[in-house]
Nanobody, 112 residues
Framework: VQLVESGGGLVQAGGSLRLSCAAS??????MGWYRRAPGKQREVVAH???????NYANSVKERFTISRDNGKNTVYLQMNSLKPEDTAVYYC?????????WGQGTQVTVSS
């Protein structure tokens, strides 16, 4: 399984970005996004089950929305009201046949 993220970039505080993660095959199980900022631990920011149930880190609740389109093998992360502390490399992950997969990451930089 290959996961390819896109949609990162530079945005001012208060702005929005939409990340996309395209999988190389249909994944009906859990997927999500985590981020890693310099000097900080990895943080899972959003998770979506195969049935569409979602969970969010407290730091992004009410600002980020995860969704998936199984027909396009794609999971999205809509990020609104971005803050400088959201600056990080964002990685898509997926569980498939008892194995974890993740993408190469996409940089999100939020300027103040």
């Amino acid at each position: 399984v290959q996961l390819v993220e896109s949609g990162g970039g530079l945005v001012q505080a208060g702005g929005s970005l939409r990340l996309s993660c395209a999988a190389s095959r249909t994944i009906v199980s859990d997927m999500g996004w985590y981020r890693r900022a310099p000097g900080k631990q990895r943080e899972v920011v959003a998770h979506i089950s195969g049935g569409g149930n979602t969970n969010y880190a407290n730091s992004v609740k009410e600002r980020f929305t995860i969704s998936r389109d199984n027909g396009k093998n794609t999971v999205y992360l809509q990020m609104n009201s971005l803050k400088p502390e959201d600056t990080a490399v964002y990685y898509c992950y997926a569980f498939f046949e008892s194995t974890d997969y993740w993408g190469q990451g996409t940089q999100v930089t939020v300027s103040s």
